[in-house]
């Protein structure tokens, strides 16, 4: 990370502006992730960036926005939603509605404030270039949902959208929630530095690294419905489900095209548990050396903070995964998402100890 000068550089009002950026992306990211769950993503099937802001107004459009959602994802209104009526469509539009109305909403709360500010000149130099990321994310971000929404339109072999590009989407938008919120966290006031302990800078920095492909490997359980092919934990209780998935090896075709191949689902769901055993442990050992050396009582209060966020998700992640039987369960499923970013927020709060 590049040294900048903080704090005393940058207003009140800015460092406000930017948290409630923070804020506005983690409940995209969380609405992204609900709309997963209920199947909505492919109830609108055009990219209007423009027309798309009003949703349909009368009946009429209601059953032309119906039509089309039943022709262009018509795998996933057969085999899913065969007896679905209007009003239920409604429902899963309200969900790819309100995450694309979300996301307009960022768009206004980012640009007029930021407009006032340069006006102003209230945006430092080391800022503004930060801000140009920013808006680059956002915009990627906003290209690969659309990518991710097509991949499931107008596919005869797909009942959702790809889980690959959704990884590639969730992604992107949490290295913008982490890019974000570590610009925050760059124009607070300092926090106390803690610089005389480099391995637990190296270290602090692998859990972030971990922490991201762990959260990528949750995208992959979430988009292929891994979790419903062992509901179970410990791994060995029942395990004779997860190892006759395993025991399905498919070819390359079918690894690329997963969706009927329970072998692929059955290595997501390991890969994911196994790396949250790999973090819990680099969180653990993080605590304890924090706890041996020399370090100020705000990176222990962090130290301490990011322990009991792990023991929350971890157990948030069990829960998510035992009742998910026949379908994953949408509030757990959603707050164990938004845990996702929470924790990734605490390492990053760690982090800025050791920053200059």
Do not use: C
Not at 301 to 309: D, K, T
Not at 323 to 344: C, D, F, K, M, T
């Amino acid at each position: 990370m590049e040294a900048v000068k903080v704090g005393s550089t940058v207003s009140r009002p800015v460092r406000v502006w930017l948290f409630a950026g923070v804020v506005m992306v983690f409940f995209q990211v969380v609405i992204g992730g609900v709309t997963r769950l209920t199947d909505s993503g492919l109830s609108i099937t055009e990219w209007a960036v423009i027309q798309g802001t009003l949703p349909p107004l009368n009946e009429a459009e209601w059953l032309e926005a119906f039509e089309k959602y039943k022709v262009a994802a018509k795998k996933q209104y057969e085999s899913l939603h065969a007896d679905m009526a209007l009003p239920e469509f409604k429902v899963i539009f309200f969900w790819e509605y309100a995450h694309r109305l979300w996301a307009r909403l960022m768009g206004f709360v980012f640009l007029f404030p930021f407009l006032w500010f340069l006006v102003k000149k209230q945006l430092p130099g080391w800022l503004l270039r930060r801000l140009g990321v920013v808006i680059f994310l956002a915009s990627l971000a906003a290209v690969f949902g659309w990518i991710m929404v097509a991949s499931g339109l107008n596919n005869d072999n797909r009942t959702w959208v790809s889980a690959y590009k959704l990884v590639a989407h969730l992604g992107i938008a949490t290295t913008l929630f982490g890019y974000l919120f570590w610009t925050w966290l760059k124009a607070s006031p300092n926090a106390t530095k803690d610089a005389g302990v480099p391995q637990l800078k190296r270290l602090g920095w692998g859990i972030a690294a971990v922490l991201f492909v762990q959260i990528a490997f949750g995208g992959l359980m979430a988009g292929m419905r891994a979790a419903l092919i062992h509901p179970h934990f410990p791994v060995f209780i029942d395990g004779g489900r997860i190892w006759a998935a395993l025991a399905e090896t498919p070819g390359t075709t079918e690894i690329i095209d997963y969706e009927p191949y329970r072998f692929v689902k059955a290595v997501v769901q390991l890969l994911h548990r196994g790396t949250a055993w790999i973090l819990s442990t680099l969180i653990i050992l993080f605590f304890l050396k924090v706890k041996k050396s020399a370090v100020s009582t705000s990176l222990e209060n962090s130290s301490n903070l990011l322990v009991g966020m792990l023991a929350i998700q971890f157990l948030l992640g069990v829960f998510t995964l035992i009742n998910s039987v026949g379908r994953v369960p949408l509030i757990l499923g959603a707050v164990h998402q938004a845990g996702a970013l929470v924790l990734l927020a605490v390492v990053l709060k760690v982090n800025n100890h050791f920053s200059k």
